[in-house]
């Protein structure tokens, strides 16, 4: 049984930081693709972006390139997404989620964690 949860969600004003957290049960972060999204009222899920198993390389959507990050804590079993520079367009209820494929689609999602960025 795997299980995802996130925290760290919250209310912060156009600028600032928030670091989100995503802890993993029933599998170890390390050994599979961890990857977050996000979903703005009235609008789909899209990728933010992912943490590679193997070396641990990531990569991210053009809109958050440069502002957030994925960090992993392994002794924790847990990865981040430390977002930074915040803007209004930002918010939206964020999501992580493990591929325990290397190359499939994600197979276990947490329940989301809300992110609301003020002007």
């Known amino acids: 049984q795997v299980q995802l949860v996130e925290s760290g969600g919250g209310l912060v004003q156009a600028g600032g930081s928030l670091r989100l957290s995503c802890a993993a049960s029933g599998r170890t972060v390390s050994s599979y693709r961890m990857g977050w999204f996000r979903q703005a009222p009235g609008k789909e899920r899209v990728f933010v972006g992912r943490?590679?198993?193997?070396?641990?390389?990531?990569y991210y959507a053009d809109s958050v390139k440069g502002r957030f990050t994925i960090p992993r804590d392994n002794a924790k079993n847990t990865v981040y997404l430390q977002m930074n520079t915040l803007k209004p367009e930002d918010t939206a209820v964020y999501y992580c989620?493990?591929?325990?494929?290397?190359?499939?689609?994600?197979?276990?999602w947490g329940q989301g964690t809300q992110v609301t960025v003020s002007s």
């Open positions: 989620a493990i591929a325990l494929t290397p190359s499939g689609s994600y197979d276990y």
């Open positions: 943490i590679s198993a193997i070396g641990g390389s990531t």
